[in-house]
């Protein structure tokens, strides 16, 4: 009788042991797959942000640079031609570009932008809080967030700034941004 309660003792010690090592464990692997998960959904809309500021930033430069040469382009027309496009250009390029931050597509467009750089903003917020094992893709991802900022920063305002310096300042951002990202797709391999 003795011998059976102590087999029955180890039996509960055993179980409760194993089923406490397989808790432990599957938190521990749920606990990377939700941060590797946030990850991937920290790159996408970072992707995802890079692109439509891109795209932002060209039909800037675009506007600016056809109205200042007076360059007739269907794409600027509409925002560097008096009458809807198809008069005379402005003589001030600042009223191109008022036409085009005044266009309800592009400031949708810009919403979306900001909205993207919020959503960055609280994803790397909460992978601050990452497990160990992912110390150096938290600090990679984090020197990508952070240029990813500067460059979705760049289309909500020109202000301050000249044709050739807005320039300039995109495409040393988008070059050193898509080079970030093409390190991050490594992660994802």
């Known amino acids: 009788m003795k011998h059976q309660k102590r087999i029955v003792v180890v039996t509960i010690i055993l179980a409760t042991l194993v089923i406490f090592i ?59 031609r008096k009458n809807g496009g198809s008069g005379k250009f402005y003589d001030d390029f600042n009223d191109a570009l008022n036409n085009l931050f005044e266009d309800e597509t592009f400031i949708d467009d810009l919403v979306e932008i900001y909205s993207l750089k919020t959503k960055a903003e609280t994803l790397i917020k909460t992978l601050a809080k990452h497990p160990r094992a992912f110390d150096e893709e938290y600090s990679d991802f984090k020197d990508c967030y952070l240029m990813f900022v500067k460059f979705v920063e760049m289309p909500l305002s020109t202000e301050g700034k000249s044709l050739n310096s807005f320039t300039e300042e995109h495409n040393d951002l988008d070059t050193k941004l898509a080079d970030k990202l093409r390190e991050l797709d490594l992660y994802f391999e």
């Open 22 to 80: 397989a808790g432990g464990f599957l938190f521990f692997n749920v606990r990377r797959i939700k941060t590797y998960n946030q990850f991937v959904e920290l790159y996408n809309t970072m992707s995802e942000g890079t692109i439509k500021a891109e795209s932002a930033d060209i039909l800037i430069c675009n506007v600016w640079r056809n109205n200042i040469w007076e360059k007739a382009d269907t794409q600027t027309d509409k925002y560097t």
